[in-house]
């Protein structure tokens, strides 16, 4: 197996009596992940400890194969957009990513190129790199800090809710600049708690929640481990009544609901069985079907049913 590029042992952190972090362990390996929770779940607190900002209480972690505690030549290797909001406001965007990119060690006229290109992939307008970002937006200024956590060209970037302040297509250009990274082979893990927003960019998922790890890998693997929670499956078809006699014959559906207005929704504990034996049942009788779902196959579902159980 080869080495993850980012790994948690027993990782526990607390400050005073407040738990942030309470015996987490996983590993993440290359491509996007996602950490998700409510705002409160130790989100921020993980990736501070990931960055090497503070030092776990018991267990450890493992960032690139290495220690990320007092560790500068590890930080070279790492992106990291935090989520405050803390930029040099008497400075404009090339020169606080310029900046920040000589401290990590770029000659002056490497790190102005650098700043440039990060900046323009983050979507700032270039006609504003010249102002000072005290009066940026607060759209524009997250746009800077994406910018100076990709230009020194990272091999993990770790970025927490990198999309706040962000409008829908500034958000949506983001998402495919951070897809886009990630097949030129930077390991990203992103953190969020606006669900609908991971699920555009990941399927792959760490779910965190009071401190501690209540489940990681993709939404579908995770949805199969629910077996308390049946699964529904929405079908709006010509004649859902008809439709709704032949699913109940069959032993692996629990109950079909037939509302008056909206889609037949069945509930099974046995996906795998019915859904072949649905798309015969519509092929034999000819039913027409204009559309068929699971509600139970997105990340807010499943988001639903672990922190609420």
């Known amino acids: 197996m080869s080495e993850p590029v980012l790994e948690a042992r027993s990782l526990s952190r607390w400050y005073g009596p407040v738990i942030a972090l309470n015996e987490i362990t996983f590993r993440v390996e290359e491509g996007i992940t996602a950490l998700v929770g409510p705002n409160g779940a130790g989100k921020s ?119 706040t302040g962000l409008d829908p297509v500034g958000r949506r250009d983001l998402r495919e600049l951070f897809r886009g990274l990630a097949d030129r082979g930077t390991s990203i893990l992103l953190s969020s708690h606006v669900l609908h927003e991971v699920e555009g960019t990941t399927d792959r998922i760490l779910l965190l929640n009071h401190a501690k790890l209540l489940a990681e890998g993709t939404v579908s693997d995770i949805r199969d481990l629910l077996d308390q929670h049946p699964h529904a499956i929405e079908i709006d078809c010509d004649r859902p009544r008809d439709l709704a006699v032949r699913l109940l014959a069959h032993p692996g559906v629990e109950s079909v609901v037939v509302p008056e207005d909206g889609p037949l929704v069945a509930r099974t504990r046995a996906p795998q069985e019915v859904y072949p034996a649905l798309v015969r049942m519509v092929a034999e009788d000819g039913h027409v079907v204009r559309r068929m779902t699971s509600p139970d196959d997105n990340l807010e579902a499943v988001f639903r049913y672990l922190v609420t159980k």
């Open 45 to 163: 607190s993980l990736l501070k400890t990931l960055t090497g900002e503070i030092r776990p209480k018991l267990g450890e972690v493992r960032v690139l194969g290495e220690d990320p505690w007092n560790h500068p030549d590890l930080f070279r290797r790492v992106g990291y957009c935090p989520e405050q909001d803390a930029l040099y406001e008497e400075m404009n965007a090339v020169g606080f990513v310029s900046h920040l990119l000589r401290l990590r060690g770029f000659d002056g006229p490497a790190a102005l190129t650098r700043a440039e290109t990060a900046l323009g992939a983050a979507g700032l307008d270039p006609v504003s790199w010249g102002r000072r970002v005290a009066g940026y937006s607060k759209g524009m200024r997250q746009r800077v800090r994406i910018a100076q956590s990709i230009a020194h060209s990272p091999e993990l970037l770790l970025l927490d809710e990198p999309l």
